[in-house]
């Protein structure tokens, strides 16, 4: 079993950034894809950012250009630097497998809130 702690979030003005981390409880992202979610009030989940085993990543358009996913392996932790923060980019942020409940990841971990607002 592997838990998943994230952390980080926090209100934020329209134009500032945050920078959020995913730890995980053993080393899975030396071959994991692993992914940043979020979900707002009313809408489904939905992927913004994945990783590969080899630090390949895809971003959702939404947060292209804007957002940063990297990992730390030997950390066990995986981070998304936002910048250029939204109001639309208010929700619950997780991290998770991609696709998610994958590499011994049975549940979503309680996600950290951010909140863009002036």
């Known amino acids: 079993q592997v838990q998943l702690v994230e952390s980080g979030g926090g209100l934020v003005q329209p134009g500032g950034s945050l920078r959020l981390s995913c730890a995980a409880s053993?080393?899975?992202?030396?071959?994991?894809?692993m992914g940043w979610y979020r979900q707002a009030p009313g809408k489904q989940r939905e992927l913004v950012a994945r990783?590969?085993?080899?630090?390949?990543?895809i971003y959702a358009d939404s947060v292209k250009g804007r957002f940063t996913i990297s990992k730390n392996n030997a950390k066990n932790t995986v981070y998304l630097q936002m910048n250029s923060l939204k109001p639309e980019d208010t929700a619950v942020y997780y991290c998770?497998?991609?696709?998610?409940?994958?590499?011994?990841?049975?549940?979503w971990g309680q996600g950290t809130q951010v909140t863009v607002s002036s």
């Open positions: 998770n497998s991609d696709p998610p409940m994958r590499y011994g990841i049975d549940s």
């Open positions: 053993r080393n899975i992202f030396s071959f994991v894809v």
């Open positions: 990783i590969t085993s080899s630090g390949t990543t």
